[in-house]
């Protein structure tokens, strides 16, 4: 029903004895566009190859129709693949929009910050000096990006962490961090150097239901406590002095929200390399569609599997048969996009 109260934009009112809360009708409407668009690229994703499918086959073949081989190549080949693409941008639009709004900056992005670079390093050091398969690499980039936020975090801290030092000191970790990776490759044998260095600018290829399972079950896990806690993180961008007076221990809420958003990140990283700038601009434009004075969670995760998601499509068929990493076309993109924000900001002040 509609709130008796004006808040300068359609609302409804969410009440039940469990939970409460208001639905604004401009994100309500943002977010079924985004999820239709995806829809769309999905059945996309799922037609387009080497055996081609038409969108009226692919759409039949959820249904139990199709030819035999139809169905191989829909739900065997190329499911696995789209639904980690859907999955793992959802996990990286929310990361950039809890690092965004720890920030109170655009900028704030664990691309920019170095979280990413971090897991990075953890899992190199798995594929190169351990070994072992998704498991162990997906808890050494984790280890590698709860590292990386702890030392950022230790050396931001002055009785509390400014988002504009987080910044600047997560740039320098990430710098350093960026060369050792560089070490570590150069130092590799020769297919072990070229199988990381691909790994290392965002692939989806190669990738199965192997993978689906475990990144289904972390995202699960993590959103679900990362919007159990989302109250306290709407309460800190009013400041830390606000946040208190309303009851918010701010920095025990801070550091879970820094956890979730490392392990979001670790997450994407472990299964698909680091993807660059979906964690940077899905926040900000979701921001701008839904016109909020505040990230949007929601919207974020939904907007940062779109995004993989065309993306990946882009690779896949841009220069055929031979196959991008996701990783270059959401790098091209996603620096035409930094320059334009790093212009903004600057036109600002």
Do not use: H
Request: glycine fraction near 12%.
């Amino acid at each position: 029903m509609k709130t008796s109260i004006d808040l300068g934009r359609p609302t409804l009112a969410l009440r039940t004895r469990a939970v409460s809360g208001r639905l604004y009708a401009r994100s309500l409407l943002v977010c079924a566009a985004l999820l239709a668009l995806g829809a769309v690229l999905a059945v996309v994703a799922l037609g387009l190859g080497d055996y081609p499918v038409a969108p009226a086959d692919v759409v039949s073949v959820f249904f139990g129709g199709g030819r035999r081989a139809q169905r191989l190549v829909v739900l065997d080949w190329r499911m696995p693949r789209v639904l980690l693409a859907l999955m793992l941008g959802a996990a990286m639009g929310v990361a950039g929009a809890v690092f965004q709004s720890l920030t109170r900056n655009p900028l704030g992005s664990p691309d920019i910050i170095g979280f990413n670079t971090g897991a990075y390093t953890g899992a190199l050091v798995a594929i190169l000096l351990i070994g072992g398969g998704y498991c162990t690499t997906a808890a050494a980039s984790l280890a590698g990006g709860l590292g990386t936020a702890a030392l950022v975090y230790l050396l931001a801290y002055r009785r509390g962490v400014a988002g504009f030092r987080l910044i600047i000191v997560g740039m320098a970790i990430g710098a350093t961090l960026a060369s050792i990776n560089t070490w570590l490759i150069v130092r590799a044998s020769l297919d072990l150097a070229m199988a990381a260095a691909v790994w290392g600018a965002g692939s989806l290829n190669a990738l199965g239901w192997a993978q689906v399972v475990p990144v289904a079950f972390g995202s699960i896990v993590l959103f679900a406590v990362l919007f159990a806690v989302a109250p306290g993180m709407r309460m800190l961008e009013m400041g830390d002095d606000a946040a208190r007076s309303l009851g918010v221990r701010a920095e025990p809420v801070r550091l879970t929200l820094l956890v979730l958003g490392v392990g979001l990140t670790a997450l994407a990283t472990a299964a698909a390399g680091p993807v660059a700038f979906v964690a940077l601009a899905a926040p900000q434009v979701a921001r701008r569609l839904v016109r909020s004075s505040s990230v949007p969670l929601v919207a974020s995760g939904i907007l940062g599997a779109v995004l993989l998601l065309g993306a990946d499509v882009v690779a896949q068929r841009a220069f055929a048969p031979a196959q991008l990493p996701v990783g270059v076309v959401t790098v091209s993109v996603g620096g035409v996009y930094l320059v334009w924000l790093l212009w903004r900001e600057a036109a600002r002040r």
